[in-house]
């Protein structure tokens, strides 16, 4: 059985932001749930998936939710859909608050060797990299 409470779970960073790793998907073959907190009036980098969908669990704060070309403003407690292959992003609208919100990302056609390889500390590492790349700070920059 695999039952966590959110303070179980394994804290990282990316993009500026933090993370907890609360279900990872080493454990399930199919999905993933992580819990992002965006710094006041951060963002994460806009991204986009071959091969999962993500649902959006906004449970605390104010955000400005892109995806494909649509945008918009969700109070908590609010959900969004993201399919695959579409680039999506997200802005903290408050200047003084961290927004707070689960990710769950699920592959519905279980998840690609290349992308649970090495584990999930592993994939991370490379998207990291990439965000990097990209001018993302790993750790924010106040």
């Known amino acids: 059985m695999y039952a966590k409470q959110f303070s179980e779970g394994e804290p990282f960073?990316?993009?500026?932001?933090?993370?907890?790793?609360?279900?990872?998907?080493?454990?399930?073959?199919?999905?993933?749930?992580?819990?992002?907190?965006?710094?006041?009036?951060?963002?994460?980098?806009?991204?986009?998936h071959e091969t999962f969908m993500q649902i959006y669990l906004i449970w605390s704060g104010e955000a400005k939710v892109f995806i494909g070309g649509e945008e918009k403003r969700l109070a908590a407690p609010a959900v969004a859909f993201v399919p695959p292959r579409t680039e999506h992003w997200v802005e903290n609208q408050l200047p003084d608050r961290e927004l707070h919100y689960l990710y769950i990302s699920v592959w519905p056609n279980g998840i690609p060797?290349?992308?649970?390889?090495?584990?999930?500390?592993?994939?991370?590492?490379?998207?990291?990299?990439?965000?990097?790349?990209?001018?993302?700070?790993?750790?924010?920059?106040?």
């Not at 998907?25 to 963002?43: I, N, S």
């Open 13 to 48: 960073r990316c993009a500026g932001n933090e993370f907890v790793m609360l279900l990872p998907r080493d454990e399930t073959g199919a999905c993933e749930a992580v819990l992002q907190m965006v710094r006041p009036g951060g963002t994460t980098p806009p991204n986009s």
């Open 113 to 142: 060797e290349e992308e649970s390889d090495g584990g999930w500390k592993r994939v991370y590492e490379g998207i990291i990299d990439s965000y990097v790349s990209r001018g993302y700070p790993v750790d924010p920059q106040h």
